[in-house]
T-cell receptor
Framework: AQSVAQPEDQVNVAEGNPLTVKCTYS??????LFWYVQYPNRGLQFLLK??????LVKGSYGFEAEFNKSQTSFHLKKPSALVSDSALYFC?????????????FGKGNQVVVIP | DAGITQSPRHKVTETGTPVTLRCHQT?????MYWYRQDPGHGLRLIHY???????DKGEVSDGYSVSRSKTEDFLLTLESATSSQTSVYFC???????????FGPGTRLTVL
């Protein structure tokens, strides 16, 4: 089965410090990977995706993600965290078992940026 | 929220009553999805649609049914609501040829 794992329930980081949110994947074939962010009482917002090509993917709000095939990881990063980055972050992978645009989501990581 | 509305946004109902949630899109996207979000479980797919009148089950479809009679509307029905269906429900859409999904604002459902 296609799946992603987000090993940490919560990530605490001081404002201005680098932020990393971890995601590992398990797929058969080439992975299509996604990051979404959810602010309180809102729906999920698309941040970025990796389909093929450059292993470093740039997305919205200054976020980027690094695809690492040997470590089966797709970690989300931001060089300098803002208090407004406090949110719930979801990693997702295209579910290749189904042909019709299905994604499998991780359980989410709560990010708390401390002023 | 990418031209997606959900109604109602909040609902409180009693066990055993039927409930219908509506998702409406203005993007003319082919694919539509219903998810539920629960603490510790992330997002789980309930049902999805790949065209008008074309639907399929997700991983947590028991107790739910869906209908899609028009491209823009995707309805989720709880035939007889139970307390275990208390959750936040999200609708999402995606275009043909891309896997990126865009989400609506959510419906918070409480079943007493």
């Amino acid at each position: 089965a296609q799946s992603v794992a987000q090993p940490e329930d919560q990530v605490n980081v001081a404002e201005g410090n680098p932020l990393t949110v971890k995601c590992t994947y398990s797929v058969s074939g080439n992975p299509y990977l996604f990051w979404y962010v959810q602010y309180p009482n809102r729906g999920l917002q698309f941040l970025l995706k990796y389909i093929t090509g450059d292993n470093l993917v740039k997305g919205s709000y200054g976020f980027e993600a690094e695809f690492n095939k040997s470590q089966t990881s797709f970690h989300l990063k931001k060089p300098s965290a803002l208090v407004s980055d406090s949110a719930l972050y979801f990693c997702a992978v295209r579910d290749m078992n189904y042909g019709n645009n299905r994604l499998a989501f991780g359980k989410g990581n709560q990010v708390v940026v401390i002023p | 929220d990418a031209g997606i509305t959900q109604s109602p946004r909040h609902k409180v109902t009693e066990t055993g009553t039927p409930v219908t949630l509506r998702c409406h899109q203005t993007e003319n996207h082919r694919y539509m999805y219903w998810y539920r979000q629960d603490p510790g479980h992330g997002l789980r797919l309930i049902h999805y649609s790949y065209g008008v009148k074309d639907t399929d089950k997700g991983e947590v479809s028991d107790g739910y049914s869906v209908s899609r009679s028009k491209t823009e509307d995707f309805l989720l029905t709880l035939e007889s609501a139970t307390s275990s269906q208390t959750s936040v429900y999200f609708c999402a859409i995606s275009e043909e040829g891309t896997d990126t999904q865009y989400f609506g604002p959510g419906t918070r459902l409480t079943v007493l």
